[in-house]
């Protein structure tokens, strides 16, 4: 499953979406209904996708009808998809908590959701589509010991009759990095776009590139520095003025300062207005901005503002 969350990682979700499903994938996931609703209106009517609402839940109506398929982790979403079965039957995750406290059911709950699933399953209430759970991927023992109370979860579902469907757990470093945490699906986020852990393995290790390029335009240029049109109000951190460089065509040069509305770039001989400075991309991964200043890379991706125009181009 392709995880198109937060704006599909800040990268633009109908782009996203889209040459996704031109590649071939059939499987999106995301947290939120209204982006499976708007997945739902650029991908093939043979995609699946799923989405897990926390707290909100006015646009559930709208979401079954599209068929988007819905992950629960607590009693009142699943009684509200139980009583809406009159119009639709719904395809239903079931979100298991293994540790992480983030959400799901908990393990004193497993047994009293069998029977509530058994009935409702029986009775044609819902469809069993999956069973899931989310790990934190810091530590291969948490991650073992999540494993375990994920297999008792799915085991507490088929002793009570119930077929688990698909079953995933992992996200992009278990999936990447432990075959045995793969099941039936994976959830990929963050390796989709290229983005690697902080303070992890790099880029060429993991098989992954940056799939996305902050590009800024010259827009004057003097002897000490060249002025490019990004700036903090674009979502640049500003604590990376002086602690990074990026990449020009005279390769990469020191990120001076960054104002809210332009930023300054150590010059170049030949630099030009409209000249192209990348800030971010395969030269200079977002992760490593990231690290510069003591974040992740989906932080880095996922501030840029909505008003920054994203374009798709043929990678060379
Ligand atoms: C964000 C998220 C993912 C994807 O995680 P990555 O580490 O970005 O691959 C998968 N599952 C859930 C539940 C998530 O919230």
Do not use: C
């Amino acid at each position: 499953m392709l995880v198109v969350k937060n704006d599909a990682y800040g990268h633009g979700l109908s782009t996203i979406a889209t040459a996704a499903a031109d590649a071939g994938i059939r499987s999106f996931a995301t947290s939120d209904l209204a982006t499976g609703l708007a997945t739902r209106a650029v991908v093939p009517a043979d995609t699946r996708v799923l989405a897990w609402p926390t707290g909100e839940r006015s646009l559930l109506a709208d979401a079954i009808a599209a068929e988007i398929e819905i992950g629960v982790g607590d009693f009142e979403l699943l009684a509200l998809l139980i009583d809406r079965h009159a119009t639709r039957r719904t395809r239903v995750h079931l979100e298991v908590d293994t540790g992480l406290s983030r959400g799901g059911f908990r393990p004193d709950q497993w047994n009293s959701l069998a029977s509530t699933v058994s009935a409702a399953v029986t009775s044609g209430a819902i469809e069993l589509a999956g069973v899931w759970s989310h790990i934190a991927e810091a530590s291969d023992d948490d991650d073992d010991d999540a494993r375990s109370r994920y297999d008792e979860a799915v085991h507490a579902l088929t002793t009570a009759g119930l077929t688990p469907g698909i079953r995933h757990l992992a996200a992009s470093a278990a999936s990447w990095a432990r075959p045995e945490f793969r099941y039936d699906a994976v959830r990929i986020g963050a390796f989709a776009y290229g983005i690697r852990p902080a303070g992890g393995p790099d880029s060429a290790t993991l098989g992954i590139r940056p799939i996305a390029r902050l590009l800024a335009p010259v827009v004057a240029v003097d002897d000490a520095a060249v002025t490019v049109a990004v700036g903090s109000r674009d979502g640049l951190f500003s604590s990376l003025a002086g602690a990074v460089d990026v990449a020009t065509s005279a390769g990469l040069r020191p990120l001076r300062e960054v104002g809210a509305e332009v930023s300054r770039v150590g010059s170049w001989p030949g630099a030009r207005v409209g000249d192209t400075v990348e800030i971010f991309g395969p030269a200079v991964e977002p992760t490593a901005l990231a690290e510069a200043v003591g974040t992740i890379g989906e932080e880095v991706v996922t501030r840029i503002a909505p008003w920054v125009p994203r374009t798709t181009a043929l990678s060379p």
